[in-house]
């Protein structure tokens, strides 16, 4: 082997996967494929590194099965019924076909050495002048820089200054999708890329039972008119771009979008260590109506109250998936939203009769958090959903609307718990309000508390359901908030103080009387108006 060539990603072992029996162990990115049925997920260090390797995964899969077919024949996918034939002999198949993807990538294989004289993979000569950093910049899960160094790392001493090979293909993929604005450029006048563009987007992938099927389900093989998309050309496949923040048009080819090199990347070595890398600015697009991407959350665009477009929006990671179910399904009953384009497909996929209709669905998201403007990380975060798969379909509309009720019922239960936190905090003597204040911990714990119980109820929901069935399933939810909250509610009286029972009269600053505060008849106010909010206020005076 020619020593300038070294660690070759088809064969090494680096890709971490959760085996069937719970183990996890390290494979090449063709086994990866081939064997993905026999693998229950990809098991990296980082739910966002998950992320970046899936779509590697996913332009390998594009690359190969929008050209040939699950025999490895030369047949492009010309039309909507060639597209939606060939998913559905690939998830009857139940794995990835190793003929093609074996012929495909051996055409390339050069193209996919760590390290080599001419085109390392995911890396660019360009990036030599680059801003320098050491291994723990690239260690997504030390989330530190030259300056700011993590307190509690999982890496110490001498270990976060160097990582194996296997390590550093892994994470030159997360910085390249994730990295933060931080870096300088080398040339004069350049615009500002911003983050990685996956840290520019709400990342959400629907998840199988095994790898194989998450591949499948996020595999979209048409775009949102019903086309082909254009043909796959993966950055292995194209001389590599060595313009410093280069903007170019949206790729409307999903390979190349999914390796999209949002940076210049460089890794520098020491023998077998990774010691570093060197980074400068690369492509990048206009975020609105960017619809070719098809993992992400959108949130619509307004000029003088008219919806102008879409673009990406980002994850709160305050705000917990389910609260977003509205926005994830939202394109689904033709209102203002716009779905994800996986969820868009997914429900494709049902509508035609593919993927059978008794099934869950899970959608997960990951996420990273920037500081002032995307200038250095701060979080890391990741959450998942499941509910019934015919919620996305024509007859789930009923029980989408019902949900989205539901939501908003949390919400308000929520903000009533919070003005009852900061009546009670007022009663003893407090003032009731700014920042961190005993209503924002109030409304925080009301989301814990239901937080699981809700996610189970959303798995009960089932579009075949009757109006009664649905109706009772309603009240059983609301049965159960009513009950967390007002014992939320008992809770927060007896933390108020004997000073909250007496109770006062506050006045503003003109002096008028704003009102009387005490525990014992703001708990009556605020039992009542759970009640209210919950729908079971007449029911509960019967009783």
Not at 109 to 138: I, M, V
Not at 305 to 313: A, H, L, T
Request: net charge negative; proline share 4%.
């Amino acid at each position: 082997m020619d020593n300038d060539r070294i660690f070759n990603l088809l064969r090494e072992p680096w890709i971490r996967v959760l085996c069937q029996d719970g183990t996890v162990k390290e494979v090449s990115l063709t086994d990866a494929l081939i064997q993905a049925h026999r693998f229950k997920s990809l098991a990296g260090e980082m739910a966002t590194q998950d992320m970046a390797v899936l779509r590697l995964l996913l332009a390998v899969m594009h690359a190969v099965f929008s050209k040939t077919d699950a025999e490895g024949v030369c047949a492009p996918i010309e039309d909507a019924d060639s597209a939606y034939e060939r998913w559905a002999v690939l998830w009857r198949l139940g794995h990835v076909p190793e003929v093609p993807v074996r012929d495909y990538l051996c055409r390339y294989e050069d193209r996919f050495w760590l390290f080599h004289p001419e085109h390392p993979f995911y890396q660019a000569d360009t990036a030599k002048g680059g801003t320098g950093y050491t291994a723990a910049k690239l260690n997504g899960e030390l989330l530190e820089s030259g300056n700011k160094i993590r307190l509690f790392a999982s890496r110490c001493g001498d270990a976060k200054q160097g990582m194996t090979f296997a390590e550093a293909a892994r994470w030159l993929l997360h910085v390249n999708g994730f990295d933060d604005n931080s870096a300088k450029p080398k040339g004069r006048d350049l615009p500002s890329v911003g983050a990685g563009w996956l840290g520019k987007i709400g990342l959400i992938a629907a998840e199988g039972d095994d790898l194989f099927e998450t591949l499948m389900l996020n595999m979209v093989l048409l775009d949102e008119h019903g086309e082909p998309w254009a043909s796959a050309s993966p950055c292995w496949e194209s001389a590599v771009r060595k313009g410093e923040r280069t903007e170019i048009p949206l790729p409307y080819d999903q390979a190349a979008l999914l390796t999209l090199q949002s940076r210049r990347l460089l890794l520098e070595r020491r023998g077998d260590t990774v010691t570093g890398f060197r980074l400068l600015g690369g492509d990048f697009f206009d975020r609105e109506n960017a619809f070719a991407e098809q993992m992400t959350v959108w949130k619509p665009i307004y000029e003088k109250k008219q919806r102008i477009g879409f673009q990406p929006s980002r994850h709160d990671p305050a705000k917990k998936l389910w609260r977003q179910f509205p926005t994830i399904t939202s394109g689904a009953d033709g209102n203002d939203g716009r779905s994800p384009g996986v969820v868009a497909w997914n429900a494709e996929l049902q509508n035609e009769g593919i993927l059978p209709t008794s099934r869950t669905i899970c959608y997960s998201i990951a996420s990273i958090r920037y500081g002032d403007k995307d200038f250095f990380v701060t979080d890391a975060f990741s959450d998942k959903i499941s509910f019934h798969m015919n919620l996305l379909g024509s007859l789930g509309n009923a029980w989408r609307t019902e949900i989205q009720a539901e939501i908003e019922r949390c919400e308000k239960v929520a903000w009533m718990v919070g003005r009852f936190a900061g009546n009670l905090q007022v009663a003893a003597g407090g003032e009731g309000s700014g920042e961190g204040n005993a209503e924002q911990k109030a409304k925080e714990m009301l989301y814990y508390r239901i937080d699981v119980p809700f996610r189970n109820w959303l798995m009960l929901p089932d579009a075949s359901q009757s109006d009664a069935e649905r109706i009772e399933l309603q009240l059983r939810w609301q049965r159960e908030l009513e009950t967390i909250a007002l014992d939320l509610g008992r809770e927060l009286v007896e933390e108020a103080g004997p000073m909250a029972y007496v109770g006062r009269t506050v006045k503003d600053k003109e002096g008028r009387i704003r009102g009387f505060y005490s525990a014992p008849s703001d708990y009556g106010k605020f039992i009542n108006s759970i009640r209210k909010i919950t729908g079971r206020s007449d029911e509960n005076d019967k009783s």
